[in-house]
């Protein structure tokens, strides 16, 4: 299929349409799970189950709040140098879901910036818009669309630009910003150097003099993050690295699981990155670029324990493959990309993450469609239910935890700020802790929501009572009689207080 009319359209209408397109179709087909967001910046002791969507959101939001600080857990102590977005986003008093949205926009500028330089190369629409659906449906848009303060979309860009930059300036600031914002494009300097000699982008490979200088270049712009980070691990001042990795074994996983997660990260992608080694011009050149590309992986691999999200860091590889082929064999990839980027669409993805130290060792979470996941809105399993942290929230307070009991309530209302018990449970709260009136209001709009809640509204009798409204609490306590089942445990007591409120009162 020919698309000349396409194929003499301006670039910026093409990148335009093409990524706005590729980005639509792959959320719809992989939705990220965006009933588990509100859950972000919650304190995470009260969660039934951490969940990644919103686990770092936590460490990220108090970061945001100050750069500087140290971070204690764990499996988000890395991001302590990773202070690009952090800096910014204090000092320019970004809003919380500002902050959370820059992954999201970072993954539209790395769609668009693939289906730009690989326009730029073919002028063709076909492998532009195949190469930029591969692109789309690797493990790191996955990551970055759904895992909140995840900004491996940023990453995937800044190794973009040094594989394919075509001016030094490029090379150069790529190489000095992207470190903080993540530390693993050091890693990916090798596979940086081993694209750019395929010369994938361009009529032919790169001189030994070109690759040079962008070696040059790249080392250049690390070298302020290199040294300030190997300056402050020598001397102690913030240990970060020695930290991780004193209790962290070499592999993750098994090496079987290590291998499920690599093919997550790309899936048919491979097939191109197999195509970029080879279809390397000589046989020497073919040989390193598979090494440097298989160091890459594979370190990145070991430093984390997002199996599939960090095989995604050898992208530049497939896009170089697409191109190579294009450029060698085009009949034959006229042929091949169409089918490989609707079969990233169409098989199944997930995330699959190491868990050492565990007897789970590894776990999987399957990416879904935007239909399956609008389903578990309504839906949701325990660890995202309302009712969940509800009954949670009224164990903490029938057990002398107030302050618990406010925390889980507080989890209960972000998942469904309009369900109806928990906005009562909140109105008890409120009013037992001392701030009546606002319990009052809370009970009120409860009752306003769902006016069946009969427990609700005799609690609001009672309260009603202490505060002197006795008329009001007599009234609550007959609706609530009336709205109640004849065998609810507690009926008689509620019928001795509205019989007590009514010889008050007269009536």
């Not at 857990?73 to 970004?94: C, K, M, Q, S, T």
């Not at 394919?164 to 990916?188: C, K, M, N, Q, Y």
């Not at 690599?262 to 080879?278: E, P």
């Not at 011009?281 to 984390?304: G, N, T």
């Amino acid at each position: 299929m020919r698309f000349d009319r396409v194929n003499s359209w301006p670039a910026t209408r093409v990148v335009a349409l093409t990524g706005t397109g590729v980005v639509l179709l792959t959320i719809t087909c992989f939705s990220p799970r965006f009933w588990l967001w509100p859950a972000a910046g919650a304190p995470l002791g009260d969660i039934v189950a951490l969940q990644p969507e919103f686990h770092r959101a936590f460490h990220a939001l108090r970061q945001l709040a100050d750069p500087w600080q140290r971070i204690d857990d764990p499996v988000n102590r890395v991001i302590e140098w990773r202070l690009f977005w952090p800096v910014i986003g204090h000092y320019l008093a970004l809003p919380p879901a500002w902050y959370l949205a820059l992954p999201h926009i970072g993954c539209l500028a790395t769609v668009f910036a693939t289906a730009g330089l690989v326009w730029r190369s073919t002028r063709d629409l076909l492998p532009t818009v195949a190469l930029t659906v591969l692109a789309a449906t690797s493990s790191w848009f996955f990551v970055s669309t759904g895992w909140l303060a995840y900004h491996d979309s940023w990453l995937i860009l800044a190794i973009l630009l040094a594989c394919f930059g075509r001016h030094g300036a490029t090379l150069l600031l790529a190489a000095l910003v992207a470190p903080w914002i993540d530390e693993r494009f050091l890693l990916s300097l090798p596979l940086c150097l081993a694209v750019r000699a395929l010369g994938a982008d361009r009529p032919s490979p790169p001189t030994r003099g070109e690759l040079l200088k962008a070696a040059g270049l790249l080392l250049a712009g690390i070298a302020p993050y290199a040294a300030v980070r190997l300056g402050c691990e020598l001397s102690g001042f913030r240990a970060t690295s020695s930290r991780y990795w004193g209790d962290r074994p070499l592999l993750p996983a098994p090496i079987w699981v290590m291998g499920w997660g690599l093919w997550n990260g790309l899936r048919l992608g491979w097939v191109l990155l197999a195509c970029s080694v080879l279809l390397a011009p000589r046989d020497r050149l073919r040989r390193i670029s598979a090494a440097f590309v298989l160091l890459a992986v594979w370190v990145s691999l070991c430093v984390a324990d997002d199996l599939s999200r960090s095989a995604s860091v050898a992208l530049p590889a497939v896009i170089a493959g697409g191109l190579v082929l294009w450029r060698d064999s085009p009949d034959r990839a006229r042929r091949l990309l169409p089918w490989l980027g609707a079969g990233n669409l169409l098989l199944p993805a997930q995330h699959i993450i190491a868990a050492p130290g565990t007897t789970a060792l590894w776990h999987s979470v399957p990416v879904l469609s935007v239909t399956a996941e609008l389903e578990r809105v309504g839906n949701p399993p325990d660890f995202a239910n309302p009712d969940t942290y509800n009954r949670r929230s009224i164990d903490h307070l029938q057990n002398g935890h107030p302050d618990r009991a406010l925390a889980a309530n507080e989890i209960a209302l972000r998942f469904a700020p309009r369900h109806a018990k928990s906005i009562a449970n909140r109105g008890i709260l409120f009013f037992l802790s001392g701030r009546r009136d606002e319990g009052l209001r809370e009970l009120d709009r409860a009752l306003g929501l769902s006016p069946a809640l009969y427990d609700a509204r005799l609690q609001r009798a009672s309260f009603r009572q202490q505060m002197g409204n006795l008329v009001g609490a007599l009234e609550d306590a007959r609706q609530a009689l009336r709205d109640m089942p004849p065998d609810w445990p507690r009926r008689q007591g509620a019928e001795q207080f509205e019989r007590a409120l009514a010889s008050q009162i007269g009536r």
